[in-house]
Structure formats: structure tokens, C-alpha cells
Nanobody, 128 residues
Framework: QVQLMESGGGLVQPGDSLRLSCAVSSRFSLDYYAIGWFRQAPGKEREGIGCVGRSDGATDYEESVKGRFTIARDSAKNTVYLQMNSLKPEDTAVYYC????????????????????WGQGTQVTVSS
């Protein structure tokens, strides 16, 4: 089993930066998992933001966050980070991380349905 816990959310102004953390607890090392970041705004479906493949594999990002958001993993700390820059009001949502073992590949999916292990989420509000 794997447990995930997000932290770092809060209220920021448009244009600000914020870094979210996803602490992963498992009998396997962090490198065993692809990690995805997702968000869900009120009244909307959960959407993928980006992901990083197992063992520092490939990263991928949804178009609306490319160039603004960056995902990085620190295997020594069993933590994956989501650095968010130039935040906009439309980035307001509950942010989730998820883990999945993608066997034999360093590829990572952004589709929520492909992940079976989820954190509880952290609220990010971007407002002036």
C-alpha cells in the first residue's frame, strides 16, 4: 500500500508562486511509482496537471500549465514537488497527487483514471 499527503496550499495573489509537496509513504521507494498531480475546481471534473515517471522518468504537463508549473521528485525525502509560478485565478482548485506503478516504463499518464493511490488534497486559492 502507498499513502500520499499533500501540503503547501494556501491563498495567494495572481502572479504569485506556490510550491506544493506530496509526501509518499510506502514499503517501496519513491522511484517505484509514477506520480501525477491533479486538480479539481468546484463544479468541475478532476483534471490532470502533469506527472513524472518512475525513477526520474519523463515529465508531461497539461497545456494550460506548461511553462508555469514544474514537477520534481526528491527520492531521498520521498517527496514530489509541484512548483507553480505566475498563478492565475483559474488555477484555484483542490490539488491532489497520486501514485501508480507503471510496470516496465518511465512513462507517466496524466489521466486520473489510471491512478489508484490518492492523497486527500490541498486547497489553492488565487485571488486578489
Amino acid at each position: 500500500q502507498v499513502q500520499l499527503m499533500e501540503s503547501g496550499g494556501g491563498l495567494v495573489q495572481p502572479g504569485d508562486s506556490l510550491r506544493l509537496s506530496c509526501a509518499v509513504s510506502s514499503r517501496f521507494s519513491l522511484d517505484y511509482y509514477a506520480i501525477g498531480w491533479f486538480r479539481q475546481a468546484p463544479g468541475k471534473e478532476r483534471e490532470g496537471i502533469g506527472c513524472v515517471g518512475r525513477s526520474d522518468g519523463a515529465t508531461d504537463y497539461e497545456e494550460s500549465v506548461k511553462g508555469r508549473f514544474t514537477i520534481a521528485r526528491d527520492s531521498a525525502k520521498n517527496t514530489v514537488y509541484l512548483q507553480m509560478n505566475s498563478l492565475k485565478p483559474e488555477d484555484t482548485a483542490v490539488y491532489y497527487c497520486a501514485a501508480q506503478n507503471i510496470r516496465g516504463s518511465t512513462w507517466c499518464p496524466i489521466r486520473p483514471s489510471l491512478y489508484s493511490n490518492w492523497g486527500q488534497g490541498t486547497q489553492v486559492t488565487v485571488s486578489s
